[in-house]
Structure formats: structure tokens, C-alpha cells
């Protein structure tokens, strides 16, 4: 166990030198609000019973709840899709949805076939924390460290975890307790973390360093959890359900239908009559039958849809009638339509990309909609950067400064409407340098127009002129080719030179020969370089000769 804690030794000193820690050393300030602050607290309202049932609570544990039952909702699963299968998409270079990036060759391969493609395996389960940070806005990722780096993740289940921090702000550790009970303070933590306190079974107390939190922030900055996607679709989503079962527990109770028996008693008296009511109800809705004691016995005899009625009649006049009833229908939707438009707003999916109505396109929502995409950006910003610090534990272990190395964590962009719109904005600078560049210099355009620099528009204008005299100095040998080649050319033209105006027979002859020189040029170009690809294929053929020259020999 030595070499581990040499390990833990170096990732812990790296992680006090870290600027986020080592920044909390100069606040002053308070980061929370007083319990009964009437800025951020939620008290009592005096509502009813029913009003405490709608009533959102703040509390983490039926937040978690609330995420749970939301998921369970056939709609809302639907969008936590959307969301991870478009954050996730593969480039269709690299053909992965996340990657590291540096000018560092070996830390580039380090970080990505070592780490993420072959440890972590990280593209067979970025779906799953993607669509997990969206519906709980916090995931924990427990980090197994030896020797030879980060060998591994345990993803921790986001209810049974708390982070634990003091009141500036400063991270103390993390705690997982499998019971639910996270009464501990943080000073209490610090002591298990330092080996001066006690700890039990249940629970499992991290230093800062072993677990990456991956937090969506959003609705409070001084929070230390992240808040869900679907945060802000609780308050709208209690109310479809009820409103919904509601819907459903009328239709089922009041939407059978009735039969009304208008029986004619005639004179006879309230007693008798309801005596004669009495025996007509029987003859429709009860059978005789004989019980195992062999007594006379009624059994329910519900008229069957098949079965017809029959009514005496006298001198054509109608006394006994039958009519059916029509029951209350609960045909307005307008309460349903509304609480789902407000749900779908908060959830940011349009209800007729998940096939409730109208039709969809078959591009991405990412493509259409704006305000989605960069709901998306918000959440690859966050797994970028968990990944990213995974990835300086990694160096750390090693006993590689991870500030001394430059690299970054990349994922596909999942719209390209950003892109196209970067690319009408070049165009219309283009076109506007394009206009003023009969009145304002280039360099002059290049800082104004373009946002370049001085040091870099000069750099521009530099390159831009070095280019002209190549060219010109290209051209110049071209010509001279031709006069050496052709001397009988050169007193043929009018102009200075005789090579500035050349026309007629003569001036078409040169034109021929000048682009006779240019694509025996370019042949030229084209031979030397298949012969550069063609040069190592020889080699390693001459190579393949020999070693098997050798192997006959030994033989």
C-alpha cells in the first residue's frame, strides 16, 4: 500500500496548489443566506391541504424525488433523450464523441488511447452521464488511482452522495451514505479525512481529489449542487399529473351509460306502487335460481349489449319507456393543453419533436432550434470540464505537473448553426474590406474590420507582399526561359523589352509557349512529388529483399 499512498501524496499536492483552492485564502465574504433570510427562503405560505401538495419543495432529496417520478413520465423520458443523443453525436472525422487535444503529441495519445479510450472506455458510457447530469444535474465519478495513473471510475448513485464544504466555499470532501442520513458536519469530515476521527460502515468519506462532481450550475451561483434540466418543469408537471388523473377517474366513473325504466303505476297506491317498481326492477336486473340449500335465490342479471328489451303496449298508447341517459363528458382540454405547453417550455423540447404533434424534420433539434443548442454547449461544458479534471489527476499521478502541460477537452458541436452564422459574418466583413479598399489601406482594414491586431495585420500585410514578389520573381524566370529558349521572339514586340505588349501571330505563338512552360511545370511538380510517395515504398520493398536474402542464408 506504499506506492498508493505515494500516489495520493502527489495528487493531494497538486490539488493544494490548485488556483480554486488556493483562492478561497483571501475571501472575506459570507457565501450563504441566513436560514430565515427573507431573500431566499422558503417559508410558510398558509395553503391548504391541496396547496401543500402542489407546494415545490426545495429540499434535495425531493428534488431527487421529483427527477425520479419526471422520468417516469413517457414525454419527459423522451426529452432526456433528446438531450444525451444529440450532445453526444460522433465527429465524422474521429468518429468519437469526446477527445483530448494538445500540441503534445504523447500527452494527446496519454490522455486519449490510454486513459479515455482504453481505461475509462469513456464513449461506452458518455450517453449515460450526459442523460444523468441532465436529469439530476450532478453526478459523481469515484476515481481508482494507482501507480500508473487513473485506472478506472466508479459512477456513484447521485442520491447517496453529498458534497460537503465549508461556509467560504472551500471543498472539504465527499460523503456517501447508503442510509440517507447526512447530519455531519463538515468539520466532522475534515477530522475522518485527517484520520482523527470516526467513521462506520455506511458511510464512505472522499478526499476532494478521489471524486470528480460533475454539477450543472444554474439557478444559484453559491450553490454547491447542480440543478437539473428539468428543474423549473416540477411546478407545471404536479399539476398535468393531477389534472391528467383527474381527466382519467371521471372518464372511467361518469362515462358509462345509464338506463332510466319510466314505469307506468297507474292508481295504485305510493306503497303498492313502489312494490310493483320493485318487481319490474327484478324481471330486468335479477334471475331466479335455486342455492346449494336448495331455497329460492336472486343473482344479479345485468342486461348484456346483445340483449334486447320487450315492453307490453295497450291501444297503442305508450305507458312503460326506456331512455337512455346521457352522462357528463369531459370533453374540454383546454386545462391539459395548457399545463403541457408550460412543461414543454421548460423542458425546452417542442412537443412535435417527440411525436405529439405536427411533424418533424428529420435534422436534429439541435439544427433548428437555437435556445436548445446552447442548452446543449451548457451541458458538454460541464462533462468537458470533468473529463478535463480527470485528466489532470491523471498526470498527477504520474508526476506530471498538469499546469506545466497545455491540452483540452473536445466534443462535437451539436448545431451547426453557430458555425454557419461565424461564416456569414466573415463573408459580410469580406465583402464590406472589399468595398472600402479603394479608400483605407490594408493594414487599416485588417485592425478594424477583421479585429486583427497591429503586430498581426502587419504580420498579414508582410506574408501578402512577400507572396507578390514570388510570384513576380516566378514569372520573371518564365519569361526569361522563353527568350533564352526562343531569342527570335524578343525584337518581335512593340513594347519595352519585347515581351510588354506582344499581339498578332507573334503575340499568340508566346502566349502558346507560355502555357506550354506552365504545364510542363506543373508535370514537373506532379512527378517529383509521386516520386517523394513512391521513394519510402522502394525502400521498404528493398528492405523486405534483404531480410529475406538473410533468412535463405541462415537456412
Request: glycine share 8%; hydrophobic share 40%.
Amino acid at each position: 500500500m506504499g506506492f498508493i499512498q505515494d500516489v495520493a501524496s502527489r495528487v493531494r499536492g497538486w490539488f493544494k496548489t490548485d488556483n480554486s483552492v488556493v483562492s478561497r485564502e483571501t475571501q472575506r465574504g459570507q457565501r450563504q443566506l441566513p436560514a430565515a433570510s427573507p431573500y431566499g427562503a422558503y417559508g410558510q405560505t398558509g395553503m391548504d391541504a391541496l396547496g401543500d401538495l402542489l407546494n415545490i419543495e426545495q429540499d434535495l432529496m425531493a428534488r431527487y424525488v421529483d427527477y425520479e417520478e419526471m422520468d417516469d413520465y413517457p414525454e419527459i423520458s423522451a426529452a432526456l433523450d433528446v438531450y444525451a443523443d444529440d450532445a453526444t453525436v460522433p465527429d465524422m472525422y474521429k468518429d468519437k464523441a469526446i477527445w483530448v487535444t494538445s500540441k503534445d503529441k504523447v500527452i494527446e495519445g496519454m490522455l486519449n488511447e490510454e486513459l479515455l479510450d482504453g481505461r475509462l472506455q469513456i464513449e461506452e458510457d458518455i450517453y449515460a452521464i450526459v442523460r444523468t447530469l441532465a436529469k439530476y444535474g450532478s453526478v459523481y465519478a469515484e476515481l481508482l488511482v494507482e501507480k500508473s495513473g487513473v485506472v478506472g471510475v466508479t459512477f456513484l448513485p447521485t442520491p447517496t452522495v453529498r458534497r460537503v464544504e465549508r461556509p467560504d466555499g472551500t471543498l472539504v470532501g465527499y460523503v456517501q451514505d447508503m442510509r440517507g442520513r447526512f447530519g455531519y458536519s463538515w468539520k466532522e469530515i475534515e477530522s475522518i479525512i485527517a484520520g482523527e476521527g470516526k467513521s462506520n460502515e455506511q458511510l464512505t468519506v472522499f478526499e476532494p481529489w478521489e471524486v470528480v462532481h460533475f454539477r450543472l450550475r444554474g439557478k444559484s451561483l453559491t450553490s454547491p449542487y447542480g440543478h437539473s434540466i428539468l428543474d423549473a418543469a416540477r411546478w407545471p408537471f404536479r399539476r398535468l399529473v393531477m389534472a391528467e388523473d383527474a381527466a382519467l377517474v371521471h372518464k372511467l366513473t361518469k362515462a358509462p351509460g345509464r338506463l332510466a325504466f319510466y314505469v307506468d303505476v297507474g292508481d295504485l297506491p305510493p306503497a303498492q306502487a313502489m312494490a310493483y317498481l320493485n318487481e319490474v326492477k327484478k324481471g330486468y336486473k335479477k334471475k331466479k335460481f335455486m342455492n346449494a340449500s336448495g331455497k329460492m335465490d336472486f343473482r344479479r342479471n345485468p342486461i348484456a349489449p346483445d340483449e334486447d328489451i320487450f315492453i307490453p303496449m295497450r291501444g297503442g298508447q305508450e305507458s312503460t319507456r326506456i331512455e337512455t341517459m346521457s352522462t357528463a363528458d369531459w370533453q374540454s382540454t383546454e386545462l391539459l393543453d395548457y399545463l403541457r405547453g408550460k412543461l414543454f417550455s421548460a423542458i425546452k423540447v417542442p412537443r412535435a419533436h417527440i411525436g405529439l404533434s405536427g411533424e418533424s424534420s428529420r435534422a436534429s433539434l439541435a439544427q433548428e432550434d437555437v435556445r436548445f443548442a446552447r442548452t446543449l454547449l451548457r451541458l458538454q461544458r460541464e462533462i468537458k470540464n470533468g473529463v478535463k479534471r480527470i485528466c489532470r489527476v491523471h498526470l498527477a499521478a504520474k508526476g506530471i505537473d498538469p499546469d506545466s502541460v497545455g491540452f483540452d477537452v473536445r466534443m462535437t458541436i451539436p448545431s451547426t448553426l453557430f458555425e454557419l452564422a461565424q461564416i456569414e459574418l466573415r463573408n459580410a466583413q469580406a465583402d464590406n474590406a472589399s468595398r472600402l479598399s479603394e479608400f483605407f489601406p490594408k493594414e487599416w482594414i485588417l485592425q478594424n474590420v477583421f479585429d486583427f491586431s497591429e503586430a498581426a495585420a502587419s504580420g498579414v500585410a508582410r506574408d501578402k507582399r512577400q507572396e507578390l514578389r514570388i510570384d513576380q520573381r516566378s514569372e520573371a524566370e518564365v519569361q526569361a526561359s522563353i527568350m533564352r529558349d526562343y531569342p527570335e521572339l524578343a525584337g518581335q514586340s512593340g513594347a519595352p523589352g519585347g515581351m510588354g505588349e506582344s499581339t498578332g501571330e507573334n503575340g499568340r505563338e508566346l502566349r502558346e509557349i507560355q502555357k506550354s512552360q506552365n504545364e510542363l511545370k506543373e508535370t514537373l511538380d506532379l512527378a517529383r512529388t509521386s516520386l517523394d510517395v513512391v521513394k519510402p515504398i522502394v525502400q521498404d520493398i528493398r528492405k523486405e529483399v534483404r531480410r529475406a536474402n538473410l533468412t535463405k542464408k541462415v537456412v
